[in-house]
């Protein structure tokens, strides 16, 4: 035992061991050394060295105790060797050297600096013990110890020896103590050590069975990049057999492109230990037995045991997985040139109506940029002219799950409201169910259909009103013809009738006279029968329409309506003539004819004036009277069917007739018509 404390390393204990057993040695001492009372009683002479001795052990083992209490238990143990070194040197030196009892002593002080401190401290406190007892040796021969030996006596011995026996006793407890915690502590890491070992099999074996059964390729290599292992998973990906792998270069499995780069990061690695790249996640291209390359998603893993590097690798073949990526981006792109090139004002929104997207026929037509409508509703910019609309348009899609053709008004962004003929699909967007709202801008469509329904109805009323003038002119025609035409024929087949009896008998001079006295009135009828189908003929056509020309015409129907109706008129022009063909010159004298009308049934006025000018290849004639002026009510009136026959007459010839009214100053029309 001697020999394991001393010459060989020191026993391992715990802090709280050493200063438990520092603690023991401490008490043993000061209860030991009360033995020296003996000797004090034994040899009365000697009272005062025996008490001094106990006085100088008390002294050096209450602060040692107090240092070990307060967790200094080296500065204890170093305070305690050295003084009871310094102790039984003074003993040894004041009882004549050697020859103290007290020199038997010095192999505690060895035992218990080896054992607190270490067989290091065990031989150094034995060359200090040697030197000193030497030193002794050498003073004692050179008569420097002049002191007086203590006598021994078997009282003396038996008193030495049993304080010995007590401290040896004690420090052999200690040893055998820490022996025995060394050898349970050993045998307890020897089960551990087997118990880690069984469990790194059965971790081994764990692993290599869930290798094995994993569907991803996994690869594990060394520092040289050696195949160590490889799962059935890496034969399916790669084509070679397990065994053919191991042992090989890890850059058979990528193509010739990576292999330097491979080598020249992993040497890096190993000399540095610094990443270039995450090893958690990356995309990397192997190669196939059959010469194709694959996409690889690769994790790696290190493992270092000493100067051992391995590296793990998960591999997993994404080939599939990129070919798919890239079509949904294909479709993406196509989709997204799809929706902004679409003509119909197309969006995708949230369920909630939050814009996600518009496209760009969508921000023409309302107005707004895109950074204004992203991220907001329909009902945030006031979109939706009437809310309603969106509440229908909302529950027809919940019942149906999408919506066809459904028409609504959108207000744009300058207040215009623009019909659309709406369609919703829900669609799913990066997980999220959206809307995608397609809507075809039919404003145009709507107007020109309103417009085109306004013109039937208008030209069904015109229709109408043309029978209805021709019917009445008819009548008066046939009135005029029976009334006038037939009265004065019938009054000269009267008075031919009297001629003829008159002159049928006996002619005398009172016949002829009488005969002659009827000729003068039927002469007068006669000149009044032809005025009145002369009348007659100039209301159907007058005649200075076709000999003299419009202007003629225009000036002569002028005159005739100052003098029919009162109303002062007055005709500029500066032009000779107006050369229209004689279609065109009908329908801007009865357009004339149809305003002098107006004229004189609503206008109120009391003077007209007429200016006939020329502009550019156009004929103007301006109709200005000073009555209370034309609303704009009766201009969009579609009963004033007068006024829709004057512009339909002159559409027919590509001309226009522009109607204009100021309340209290009277009306203005102007009749445009080109001259070819």
């Known amino acids: 035992m001697l020999e394991r404390l001393v010459l060989f390393k020191p026993v391992e204990l715990k802090p709280t061991d050493i200063a438990s057993a520092m603690e023991t040695s401490i008490w043993t001492l000061m209860a030991a050394v009360l033995l020296e009372l003996v000797e004090a009683a034994l040899s009365p002479a000697y009272s005062v060295?025996?008490?001094?001795?106990?006085?100088?052990?008390?002294?050096?083992?209450?602060?040692?105790?107090?240092?070990?209490?307060?967790?200094?238990?080296?500065?204890?143990?170093?305070l305690m060797a050295t003084g009871f070194w310094a102790v039984l040197t003074v003993l040894c030196i004041t009882a004549g050297?050697?020859?103290?009892?007290a020199a038997n002593f010095y192999i505690v002080i060895v035992l218990f600096a080896g054992l607190?401190?270490?067989?290091?401290?065990?031989?150094?406190?034995a060359i200090a013990c040697l030197l000193t007892t030497f030193g002794m040796v050498v003073a004692a021969r050179a008569g420097w110890l002049t002191s007086t030996p203590v006598p021994q006596t078997d009282a003396r011995r038996w008193v030495s020896f049993g304080f010995l026996l007590i401290l040896m006793t004690v420090l052999q407890q200690i040893a055998s103590r820490a022996i025995d915690n060394a050898l349970r502590r050993s045998a307890e890491e020897v089960r551990e050590r087997q118990r880690a070992e069984e469990l790194m099999r059965e971790s081994e074996q764990r692993f290599r069975t869930l290798a094995e059964t994993a569907t991803d390729a996994i690869i594990t290599i060394d520092g040289n990049s050696s195949i160590l292992f490889a799962n059935s998973a890496a034969e399916r990906l790669f084509g070679y057999p397990q065994q053919d792998l191991l042992g090989q270069h890890l850059t058979m499995l990528m193509p010739a492109r990576f292999r330097a780069v491979h080598e020249q990061a992993l040497s890096r690695y190993m000399e540095t230990g610094m990443r270039r790249m995450v090893w958690n996640s990356?995309?990397?291209?192997?190669?196939?037995?059959d010469g194709r390359e694959l996409s690889l998603e690769v994790a790696f893993g290190e493992v270092r045991e000493n100067d051992d590097h391995t590296f793990t690798g998960i591999i997993r073949d994404i080939s599939a997985?990129?070919?798919?990526?890239?079509?949904?981006r294909s479709s993406e792109e196509t989709f997204s040139k799809a929706f902004n090139a679409n003509p119909t004002l197309s969006t995708i929104s949230t369920l909630d109506g939050r814009f996600l997207n518009v496209n760009e026929q969508f921000l023409q037509t309302t107005g707004y940029s895109r950074n204004d409508v992203v991220g907001k509703t329909a009902l945030e910019l006031n979109m939706w002219p009437n809310p309603d609309n969106r509440a229908r348009l909302m529950q027809t899609l919940k019942a149906k799950g999408f919506v066809r053709g459904f028409e609504v008004e959108l207000r744009t962004r300058s207040g215009d409201r623009r019909v659309l003929l709406l369609s919703v699909e829900q669609i799913e967007l990066d997980g999220q169910t959206c809307l995608l709202h397609s809507g075809q801008d039919i404003t145009d469509r709507t107007q020109a259909e309103a417009a085109l329904r306004l013109s039937e109805e208008r030209l069904r009323a015109?229709?109408?009103?043309?029978?209805?003038?021709r019917e009445e002119e008819g009548k008066r025609i046939s009135r005029a013809i029976h009334d006038e035409l037939g009265g004065a024929l019938t009054g000269l087949r009267w008075d031919l009738e009297g001629i003829a009896e008159n002159l049928g008998g006996t002619a005398n001079g009172s016949n002829v006279q009488v005969a002659?006295?009827?000729?003068?009135p039927m002469m007068d009828l006669i000149e009044s029968t032809i005025n009145t189908v002369r009348r007659i003929s100039s209301d159907l056509r007058p005649r200075f329409l076709d000999d003299l020309g419009l202007i003629a015409a225009v000036e002569w129907q002028l005159q005739q309506f100052q003098s029919r109706t009162g109303i002062a008129c007055d005709c500029e022009t500066a032009l000779d003539k107006w050369d229209l063909e004689p279609d065109r010159a009908t329908a801007v004298f009865r357009i004339f004819q149809e305003i002098l009308t107006n004229v004189l049934r609503h206008a109120q006025a009391t003077q007209v004036q007429v200016e006939i000018l020329k502009d550019s290849d156009t004929v103007v004639l301006e109709v200005q009277d000073n009555g209370r002026g034309i609303t704009e009510s009766e201009k969009t009136n579609r009963r004033s069917l007068g006024l829709l026959g004057m512009k339909e007459r002159a559409l027919l010839f590509g001309g226009e007739v522009v109607i204009t009214g100021t309340p209290g100053k009277g009306t203005r029309v102007a009749v445009k018509v080109p001259s070819s």
């Open 49 to 78: 060295r025996w008490l001094s001795t106990i006085g100088a052990v008390y002294a050096i083992c209450l602060p040692a105790l107090f240092l070990n209490r307060r967790g200094r238990t080296n500065a204890a143990g170093v």
């Open 516 to 520: 002659r006295d009827k000729i003068p």
């Open 116 to 125: 607190f401190f270490g067989s290091r401290a065990g031989v150094i406190s």
């Open 462 to 469: 015109l229709s109408a009103r043309v029978q209805y003038v």
């Open 321 to 328: 997985r990129k070919r798919a990526d890239a079509a949904v």
């Open 282 to 289: 990356m995309e990397l291209t192997g190669l196939h037995r």
């Open 97 to 101: 050297g050697l020859n103290a009892l």
